[in-house]
């Protein structure tokens, strides 16, 4: 079964702070695959970044940066020097059998 | 990539009646899936829709509340039946590649209010 917890409902920062946003997930696969999805104000979702249960290193993309670790079961995703643009919706999800299950959802509000 | 088109994109509707939203993929793909997202939460899954197969309903949801049709690889319609106003919220279309580890795409929503 697959479930994913984002445990941090809102999230308040200034600009240029950087920002985890959490995110747990559970599954009983052994292959599996994590996303981070973002949903700002004008509602379409945005694919932000991927992760593959068999892959070993943590990535950065620019801004954003990502740790999994599945000791703890986290994925989690961190934007560095926030802009107001980030403000948004962020969703965790697991896909697995292809369809996508998504976490609860974690708003991030970015002030100037 | 995928581009989905839905319509409407948003209505209003009464209380009692039926609403058809449409899924319409530039791409043939194997598996769409219906979403509902209410005010102020998480994208819920809906349904499966398999071309040549009645749907997959999430637990919670049911073919006479929410029948699906998926007559071709490359679209597919959502209706919501009998509505109430706890049906008011943002249904989406979405695909996903052929492969399991590639991201899903979204149409851009249908929002449903009903009065």
């Known amino acids: 079964a697959q479930k994913v917890t984002q445990a941090q409902t809102e999230i308040s920062v200034v600009e240029k702070e950087d920002v985890t946003l959490d995110c747990v997930y559970e599954t009983r696969d052994t292959t599996y695959y994590l996303f981070w999805y973002k949903q700002p104000p004008s509602g379409e979702l945005v694919f932000l970044i991927r992760?593959?249960?068999?892959?070993?290193q943590n990535e950065i993309s620019g801004r954003y940066s990502w740790n999994f670790q599945k000791s703890t079961s986290s994925f989690n995703f961190t934007i560095t020097a926030s802009q107001v643009v980030d403000s948004a919706v962020y969703f965790c999800?697991?896909?697995?059998?292809?369809?996508?299950?998504f976490g609860a959802g974690t708003r991030l509000f970015v002030k100037a | 990539s995928a581009v989905i088109s839905q319509k409407p994109s948003r209505d209003i509707c009464q209380r009692g009646t039926s609403l058809t939203i449409q899924c319409q993929v530039d791409s043939q793909v194997t598996m769409m899936f219906w979403y509902r997202q209410q005010p102020g939460q998480s994208l819920t899954l809906i349904a499966t829709a398999n071309q040549g197969s009645e749907a997959t309903y999430e637990s919670g949801f049911v073919i006479d509340k929410f029948p699906i049709s998926r007559p071709n690889l490359t679209f597919s319609t959502l209706t919501v039946s009998n509505m109430s106003p706890e049906d008011s919220s943002i249904y989406l279309c979405?695909?996903?590649?052929?492969?399991?580890?590639?991201?899903?795409?979204f149409g851009q929503g249908t929002r449903l209010t009903v009065v």
């Open positions: 999800a697991d896909t697995g059998g292809f369809k996508t299950i």
């Open positions: 992760r593959n249960s068999f892959d070993e």
């Open positions: 979405s695909v996903v590649g052929d492969r399991a580890n590639t991201e899903a795409f």
